[in-house]
């Protein structure tokens, strides 16, 4: 069983940064892909952005340009930093974690928060 943990989330202003971070408790070369998901009250989770082990990144339209997904393979951690936030951005953040053989791991959110 993969444990993924994620941290990092808070309360910012619009226009501020937050770095979210999510390590999986297993090697690198276990992890086909890592991703992280937002939900909004009352809205279906979505993809926000993955990054594949050889270091291949997807971004929502809605992120592009201002959120940057990075991974440090010796950590096992992917990292989300985001940037000129706007209160649309609020949500639960969830990593999740593939595994080679497909299996899928969630962590258990952290709340993103931007005031206007």
């Known amino acids: 069983q993969v444990q993924v943990v994620e941290s990092g989330g808070g309360s910012v202003q619009a226009g501020g940064s937050l770095r979210l971070s999510c390590a999986a408790s297993?090697?690198?070369?276990?992890?086909?892909?890592m991703g992280w998901y937002r939900q909004a009250p009352e809205k279906q989770r979505e993809l926000v952005s993955i990054?594949?082990?050889?270091?291949?990144?997807n971004y929502a339209d809605s992120v592009k340009g201002r959120f940057t997904i990075s991974r440090d393979n010796a950590k096992n951690t992917a990292y989300l930093q985001m940037n000129s936030l706007k209160p649309e951005d609020t949500a639960v953040y969830y990593c999740?974690?593939?595994?080679?053989?497909?299996?899928?791991?969630w962590g258990q959110g952290t709340q993103v928060t931007v005031s206007s």
């Open positions: 999740k974690v593939v595994g080679v053989l497909n299996s899928e791991y």
């Open positions: 297993t090697s690198i070369f276990r992890i086909k892909v």
């Open positions: 990054i594949t082990r050889d270091g291949t990144t």
